[in-house]
């Protein structure tokens, strides 16, 4: 199991950026798959995941309307789709999957594979 983060960067409040996790060594539309962040000092948090067997969709409250993520099967890639970026979304992002394991997606602990992060900073 390979997970390959990359398209973080510098944005200014209010702007928007996409980020990739490229996938390799297990089912994509069976496995749940999903980003979690992690602020200096802070727990690292979920963001928003892909329940296993094409399940649904979750998203964390604090990034609902601003957030979107996307699952490419034909390109083993999933997608975060950043806008509305505000301070308090600096952070090192994650992708992480797991085995299908019951319908949920959204709990840390469960998660057994992660890629490395990347770094995405909003500030002016």
């Known amino acids: 199991v390979q997970l390959q983060a990359s398209g973080g960067g510098l944005v200014q409040p209010g702007g928007a950026l996409r980020i990739s996790c490229a996938a390799s060594?297990?089912?994509?539309?069976?496995?749940?798959i999903g980003w979690f962040r992690q602020a200096p000092g802070k727990e690292r948090e979920v963001v928003a995941c892909h329940g296993s067997n094409n399940g649904g969709t979750y998203y964390a409250d604090y990034v609902k309307g601003r957030f979107t993520t996307l699952r490419d099967s034909a390109k083993s890639t999933i997608y975060l789709q950043m806008t509305s970026l505000k301070p308090s979304d600096t952070a090192v992002y994650y992708c992480a999957t797991r085995p299908a394991v019951g319908a949920s997606c959204h709990w840390r602990e469960e998660y057994q594979y992660w890629g490395q992060g990347t770094q995405v900073t909003v500030s002016s």
């Open positions: 060594g297990f089912p994509l539309e069976a496995w749940a």
